[in-house]
């Protein structure tokens, strides 16, 4: 093990290992790749709940929304409108899946 002495503010030797900088970059790698991890399994976990919402109110969009145009939230402001016409599942579905 290779050491350097440098000199604390105390005055006392301080010794160094080349060792230390793989053990931080390890460290740090470990760190982002479950961070990364955790990332992906957030947006999977919000995408498999839109999927789901999608198929609880396509009956209900077909037949309460069928000429509202996808996008800016023109669909899901159409489903509020008629929300007392909705079905159980869409309504649930609503309900657990607030605008943005």
Same mark, same amino acid.
């Given at each position: 093990? #290779? ?7 105390? &005055?006392?030797?301080?010794?160094? /290992?080349?060792?230390?900088?793989? $053990?931080?970059?390890?460290?740090? *790698? ?7 991890? #955790? ?7 919000? +995408?498999?709940?839109?999927?789901? *919402? %999608?198929?609880?109110? %396509?009956?209900? $969009? /077909? ?6 145009? =996808?996008? &800016?939230?023109?669909?899901? %402001?159409?489903? &509020?409108?008629? $929300?007392? /016409? ?5 309504? +649930? *579905?609503?309900?657990?899946?607030? =605008? %943005?």
């Amino acid at each position: 093990m #290779v050491q350097r002495f440098g000199t604390a503010a105390s &005055g006392s030797a301080v010794s160094f /290992s080349r060792r230390a900088p793989v $053990y931080v970059r390890a460290a740090l *790698a470990a760190a982002s790749l479950i961070a990364l991890l #955790v990332l992906f399994l957030s947006q999977a976990s919000a +995408q498999d709940a839109r999927s789901e *919402a %999608k198929q609880a109110c %396509k009956a209900d $969009y /077909s037949r309460l929304c069928a000429g509202t145009m =996808p996008g &800016g939230g023109r669909i899901r %402001k159409c489903l &509020g409108d008629n $929300y007392a /016409s909705l079905s159980a599942a869409c309504k +649930q *579905a609503v309900d657990a899946n607030p =605008p %943005k």
